[in-house]
């Protein structure tokens, strides 16, 4: 495929490189900067010929980890197979079958690598983790159905857009996360008895609702705060779930009790005190119910995305991904949402995003306006905290929304994200 590219280039009149055993020696004339583009993708070493010099230092100056924009969304429309080597991506041919996918996982797997296989829509990924160092490419170029190799820059593999165009939609009891609607997750804080979680439960889906939150395990700043009521919490939410049919999303706070959340939850919550816990981020991985991964209070994007790259390294691909504000020397609420993640996010990776405007603001009077926000920012949805009595809430009562407050964020936040869906399609009508 590399070479077709080249093929094509020679004949627009760009000049063409002669390939060599360990690179491509460039002859005079290659002065294009889509030949250049498409050799600094490539990964391959260089002996350069030609008289521009101007192309020899660019080249020259290219560290290896630089990669060009080279595949494009009618790449991954073409393509329905991909494979990740190392820092790479391994193109299959659109006709490409199982079994030629199965023989790249193969080699993969018999030179001591692990295997992911990420299917999609149209797309279907196979990523590898465990390698030290970058896997040469031409150990899969010849492979029956292989089309070519493709560089992965970002450190973050299976979580990066580059592996997977299409947003990915991860389902929670049912609940898809990550499409054209945006999902509505609401609940108390803590879980305190049976009769408060039950009627937040009712009050939550009466609202318009999909999935119940509530702790059951709860890391707190204070030792002397109220830490949850562990399994009877978990029991109790899913004698909710029962009652309601709302999925249920709680937070696991470490490796010891993940087993008894993961029994009992739909959707398994790493809060921002522990998006960096890399031994409970690997066992989140090994499980096969969705992860929310929260946003550390000081995580910049990049350690964000890692965080999540270790869940799935693991081999669990279903994450959404949670803004819950940031911590600054802003005073006036408790953190800082940073809405300008939503799209960061969106453009570097193809996992959801959602939004949770209680603790990102930590005032009752703020969630409502910076949920709506969130949607407007474009988020795949919101995590808001509900309670029957907030102010008579074990924890985190003052952001806390009664039940009739979240009410008309799910109706507001619903009319924005259907204006915005309509215009976008009737951008697209135009286009």
């Not at 290896?64 to 790449?75: F, I, V």
């Not at 509530?214 to 705060?225: I, V």
């Not at 959801?352 to 474009?378: E, F, N, Q, W, Y």
């Amino acid at each position: 495929m590399l070479a077709a590219k080249l093929d094509h280039l020679a004949n627009a009149g760009n000049g063409k490189p002669r390939f060599s055993r360990t690179g491509f020696v460039i002859e005079s004339g290659v002065k294009n900067a889509a030949v250049v583009a498409t050799l600094m993708a490539a990964n391959n070493g260089f002996l350069f010929k030609n008289g521009d010099a101007r192309i020899g230092e660019t080249l020259a100056k290219t560290p290896r980890s630089r990669q060009a924009d080279d595949a494009s969304a009618d790449d991954y429309d073409t393509f329905p197979h991909l494979v990740i080597i190392g820092n790479m991506l391994i193109v299959m041919k659109a006709l490409a079958t199982e079994a030629d996918v199965d023989r790249v996982r193969e080699r993969i797997e018999s030179m001591g690598f692990r295997a992911h296989i990420m299917p999609g829509e149209q797309t279907t990924a196979i990523g590898i983790t465990g390698n030290p160092k970058p896997v040469d490419p031409v150990m899969f170029e010849g492979m029956p159905g292989v089309a070519e190799a493709i560089r992965v820059s970002k450190p973050y593999k299976l979580v990066s857009r580059e592996v997977r165009h299409e947003n990915s939609i991860i389902r929670v009891h049912g609940i898809p996360v990550g499409g054209d609607q945006p999902m509505f997750c609401g609940g108390p804080c803590s879980v305190e008895g049976r009769e408060q979680i039950l009627e937040a439960a009712h009050a939550v889906k009466k609202a318009g609702g999909q999935l119940l939150r509530g702790g059951a395990y709860k890391p707190r700043t204070s030792p002397y705060s109220f830490q949850g009521l562990g399994e009877e919490g978990l029991q109790l939410l899913a004698e909710a779930r029962e009652a309601t049919g709302l999925g249920i999303v709680t937070e696991a706070i470490d490796v010891e009790t993940f087993d008894l959340v993961e029994k009992y939850t739909d959707c398994i919550q790493i809060g921002a005190r522990n998006m960096q816990n890399y031994s409970l981020l690997k066992r989140a991985g090994k499980a096969r119910k969705p992860v929310l991964l929260k946003r550390g209070m000081s995580a910049t994007l990049e350690e964000f995305l890692m965080a999540a790259e270790y869940v799935l390294s693991e081999g669990n691909y279903e994450v959404i991904l949670c803004e819950r504000g940031v911590r600054t020397f802003a005073d006036h609420t408790r953190n800082t949402l940073d809405l300008s993640i939503v799209p960061a996010v969106q453009k570097l990776s193809h996992l959801p995003i959602v939004v949770d405007p209680s603790h990102g603001t930590g005032k009752r009077d703020s969630v409502h306006s910076m949920a709506l926000a969130g949607i407007a920012a474009g988020a795949s949805g919101l995590l808001v905290e509900v309670h029957p009595q907030p102010d008579r809430a074990w924890s985190d009562g003052a952001q806390t929304v009664y039940p009739h407050q979240f009410a008309e964020i799910v109706a507001d936040a619903k009319a924005i994200a259907e204006l915005l869906l309509s215009r976008r399609a009737a951008v697209h009508a135009t286009t």
